[in-house]
C-alpha cells in the first residue's frame, strides 16, 4: 500500500472547516481549480463525497461530521510538532484566562493563585466563570481555557485532566449552634434540619444514601445550587450544610465544622483542559501554578 499524502489533510480541514470549496481554496491560497482536484483526490482517498450539494449550497456527509474534529486535531498537533519553541516571558505575558469553575474554588484558591499570578505575572488576568452545569462544551468550544470538577476522564477521553485534591463532605453549622456542644452522632445529625445542594435541585443524594444504609434519612428544608449559598443558609438559621471540606475551606471562617458522623467516600477534583491548549506555554504555566497552589496544604 502507497503512503497517503497527508497535504491532504490541510485540505480535509479546511473544506469540512468552511463547508464550501471556494472558501476553502481562499483559505488555503489555491486556484479553484486547484481546490476541485484537491476535492475529488479526498473523495477518492476517503471513499465518500465529503460535501453534497443541498439547494444553492453544500452540506457535510455524515463521514465528514464523523471527521471534522480528528481532522481538525490532527492538523493543529501537527502545527505543534513543527512551530519552533518559544521561551515564555512571564514579565511580557498579557493574558486573561477563563476557568469555568464551581461555587467555593474561587474563594477557597483564588486569593493565592491571583498573588503568585501578580508577582510571577502581572499582566495576566484571571475569568472565572460560574459552572451550572457539568457539560464540557464550553472547553471544547474554546470559551474557556481551564474547568475544575469531578469527572471521570474516561467518559471523555478528548480531554486532559490532573487531580488537583482528594476532597470529602463534611458537616457545617453557625457559631454556638446546638451541635457545636455535643457529640454528633448519626441520629443527632439526621434529626436536623438541613439544606441540599443541588445544580439539579435534586433533594436526595449520596450522603442521603449512606444514612440509608443507617436506617436513618435527613429532612431537606431546602435546596439550593451551591455550596456558597448552603453555608451563607447556615451561617443565619439553625440549619445543616454538608459541603466538601477543602473546597470551602475560606467559606467556612467563624463557623463549627465537624466530620460526618457515619462513613462517606472520598473524592478527587481535577483539572481539565483542551488538548489544543496542553503544549501552549502559557496555558501550562498557569495549570501549574494551580496544581501547586491547591496541593499546597497536602
Known amino acids: ?58 452540506v457535510p456527509t455524515p463521514r465528514a461530521i464523523e471527521l471534522r474534529d480528528r481532522v481538525s486535531q490532527l492538523v493543529r498537533d501537527a502545527q505543534e510538532v513543527l512551530r519552533p519553541a518559544e521561551l515564555l516571558d512571564l514579565g511580557k505575558l498579557d493574558r486573561t484566562f477563563a476557568i469555568r469553575t464551581s461555587e467555593g474554588f474561587a474563594e477557597s484558591f483564588g486569593p ?51 487531580a488537583l485534591f482528594r476532597d470529602h463532605y463534611i458537616g457545617v453549622v453557625r457559631a454556638r449552634h446546638p451541635l457545636s456542644r455535643v457529640t454528633i452522632t448519626p441520629e443527632k445529625y439526621a434529626a436536623g434540619m438541613h439544606i441540599s445542594v443541588s445544580r439539579e435541585g435534586l433533594e436526595k443524594g449520596p450522603l442521603d444514601d449512606a444514612l440509608l444504609q443507617l436506617g436513618l434519612q435527613r ?62 506555554p502559557a496555558h501550562r504555566w498557569l495549570r501549574d501554578l494551580i496544581l501547586q497552589v491547591c496541593r499546597r496544604n497536602e
Do not use: C
Open 1 to 58: 500500500m502507497s503512503n497517503p499524502d497527508l497535504n491532504l489533510l490541510i485540505t480535509l480541514d479546511a473544506v469540512l472547516a468552511e463547508g464550501s470549496v471556494a472558501r476553502a481554496a481562499k483559505r488555503l491560497r489555491l486556484s479553484p481549480s486547484a481546490m476541485s482536484r484537491a476535492l475529488a483526490r479526498l473523495r477518492e482517498t476517503t471513499g465518500d463525497p465529503l460535501l453534497v450539494r443541498a439547494g444553492r449550497g453544500l
Open 219 to 280: 429532612e431537606i428544608a431546602t435546596i439550593v445550587g451551591g455550596f456558597s449559598t448552603a453555608l451563607g443558609l447556615a451561617r443565619g438559621s439553625d440549619l445543616i450544610a454538608s459541603v466538601p471540606e477543602r473546597h470551602t475551606e475560606n467559606l467556612r471562617e467563624g463557623m463549627y465544622s465537624f466530620a460526618l458522623p457515619f462513613r462517606t467516600s472520598e473524592f478527587t477534583v481535577s483539572l481539565l483542559w483542551h488538548p489544543r491548549f496542553s503544549a501552549d
Open 112 to 162: 493565592a493563585l491571583i498573588a503568585r499570578i501578580a508577582r510571577q505575572a502581572p499582566g495576566v488576568r484571571l475569568f472565572f466563570m460560574q459552572k451550572p452545569d457539568k457539560d464540557s462544551k464550553p472547553l471544547r468550544d474554546g470559551v474557556v481555557d481551564l474547568e475544575t470538577g469531578v469527572i471521570d476522564l474516561a467518559s471523555a477521553p478528548e480531554l486532559r485532566g490532573q
